[in-house]
Nanobody, 115 residues
Framework: QVQLVESGGGLVQPGGSLRLSCAASGFGFSSYAMTWYRQAPGKERELVAAISAGGSTDYPGSVKGRFTIGRDNAKNTVYLQMNSLKPEDTAVYYC?????????WGQGTQVTISS
């Protein structure tokens, strides 16, 4: 049974940091690209970070320099370190795994940036 379980979300003040984790099971984690998406109320889901099976990373301009994605294949876990958080980073953050036509999603974790 495939599972992606996100954790680490919460309420943080602007300028603060959070580290999200996504624990994977039930599939060959190390051979999958892993991504983090987010979805704010009334907005489309958007990609915020990606890491290939080989470890190459990519970020959109809105988070580049503030967010860092990493993976630990020994622990079947992908991380998202988020620094210098802004109110506009408020959203539900989802973990995603994909390889070719195969794609899996986690249930999401809420991140709220507010003073």
């Amino acid at each position: 049974q495939v599972q992606l379980v996100e954790s680490g979300g919460g309420l943080v003040q602007p300028g603060g940091s959070l580290r999200l984790s996504c624990a994977a099971s039930g599939f060959g984690f190390s051979s999958y690209a892993m991504t983090w998406y987010r979805q704010a109320p009334g907005k489309e889901r958007e990609l915020v970070a990606a890491i290939s099976a080989g470890g190459s990373t990519d970020y959109p301009g809105s988070v580049k320099g503030r967010f860092t994605i990493g993976r630990d294949n020994a622990k079947n876990t992908v991380y998202l370190q988020m620094n210098s958080l802004k109110p506009e980073d408020t959203a539900v953050y989802y973990c995603n795994a994909y390889r070719g036509v195969l794609m899996f999603w986690g249930q999401g974790t809420q991140v709220t940036i507010s003073s």
